[in-house]
C-alpha cells in the first residue's frame, strides 16, 4: 500500500508509524505538499512556478540572510515533484494507494488534483479522510484541523474509516478540479466543505480581528490566529498578507528586525501611547 499525504508533518508522522510497523506493509510514504491552495493552478503542479512560489511561502524571508536556510528552502519543490514522479512509478506498476486528507484547503485541494490523476489508472484508490472530531473513551473531545496536528495513534484509530473510492468517484472529484482550474482564484477555502476560489484578502478579516494597537511582535500575533482559527492555513500565509499591509500603508513596523517574525508591528491607523 502507497500512503499519500499532503503536508510534511504529516508524511513524518505516517513514516514513523510505518517504521515501527503498526500499519502493516512496507514503508512507502509519499509527500506531495504542494500547497495547491494558493496560486496559479492551471500550470502543472511540478512547474517552477510552483517551486518558486513554495519557496517563497517556506522562506518569508523571516531569517534574514541565512543561506543555508534559503538553500534548504528551495528543496521541497524539487522533491514534491520526484515524489509525483515516483507515484507514478508506483501506479504503473499497479500498486493500491490510499489517500490520507482533510478538509484544510492545502489538503483537500491536493486530493482533487490527485484524484484527477488518478482517474487515468485501473489501481485500486483507498481514502482516510480525518473526521472533524473523536470522543475518546474519558468522554473528551479532542479535534483537527489537518493531519498534520494528529498523533500516530489517531491515524491507526482512523483506519476503520478507510473506504475504497470508485471511478466514478475519481471522476467526481477530478472534475471539482477541473471546475477549480478553469476558476484559478488566486486563493482557495473551504466553504461549508466545499472548496471554492476566493480573493486573495479572504483571511484578512483574521489578522484585523487579532491584531491590536499596542505593538507586539509579528510572530505572537500569528500564532495567535492560528490558535484562535484553527482551519489549516500555514503561518506563512498570514506572514504574506501582513506583509502587504505593510506595503499599502495599513500595518506599520514599531521596530524592525532582520528576522521578520520577530518585528514589532501594530495597525497604522493611529499611534500607539502607553
Not at 240 to 264: A, H, L, N, P
Request: proline content about 4%.
Amino acid at each position: 500500500m502507497i500512503e499519500v499525504l499532503f503536508g510534511e508533518s504529516e508524511a513524518g508522522t505516517m513514516r514513523e508509524i510505518k517504521r515501527r510497523g503498526q500499519s502493516g506493509g512496507r514503508a512507502e510514504v509519499i509527500c506531495l505538499g504542494f500547497m495547491l491552495d494558493i496560486g496559479d493552478i492551471r500550470v502543472s503542479a511540478a512547474s517552477q512556478y510552483r517551486k518558486d512560489l513554495i519557496y517563497s511561502m517556506y522562506m518569508q524571508d523571516q531569517w534574514g540572510s541565512d543561506e543555508k536556510l534559503s538553500r534548504e528552502c528551495q528543496k521541497p519543490g524539487d522533491i514534491y515533484s520526484n515524489e509525483l514522479k515516483r507515484l507514478c512509478e508506483f501506479l504503473e506498476k499497479g500498486e493500491p494507494v490510499r489517500i490520507w486528507y482533510s478538509n484544510a484547503p492545502y489538503s483537500v485541494c491536493g486530493f482533487c488534483h490527485l484524484c484527477s490523476i488518478l482517474q487515468n489508472y485501473e489501481n485500486e484508490i483507498f481514502a482516510v479522510k480525518l473526521p472533524e472530531y473523536e470522543v475518546r473513551q474519558d468522554h473528551t473531545i479532542v479535534s483537527s484541523s489537518h493531519w498534520g496536528e494528529a498523533a500516530p495513534e489517531v491515524f491507526i484509530r482512523c483506519l476503520s474509516y478507510e473506504k475504497r473510492l470508485s471511478k466514478l468517484e475519481l471522476k467526481m472529484y477530478a472534475w471539482n478540479w477541473a471546475e477549480l482550474q478553469e476558476d484559478n482564484s488566486p486563493l482557495r477555502a473551504v466553504i461549508n466543505g466545499k472548496v471554492l476560489g476566493v480573493p486573495e484578502d479572504f483571511y484578512d478579516f483574521l489578522i484585523w480581528k487579532r491584531i491590536t494597537e499596542k505593538p507586539e511582535k509579528e510572530a505572537r500575533l500569528i500564532g495567535d490566529i492560528m490558535g484562535n482559527n484553527p482551519i489549516g492555513i500555514g503561518d506563512w500565509w498570514y506572514a504574506r498578507r501582513i506583509d502587504w499591509m505593510i506595503g499599502q500603508g495599513k500595518i506599520k513596523i514599531v521596530e524592525d528586525s532582520e528576522k521578520k517574525y520577530e518585528r514589532m508591528i501594530c495597525p497604522a491607523r493611529e499611534e500607539y501611547t502607553d
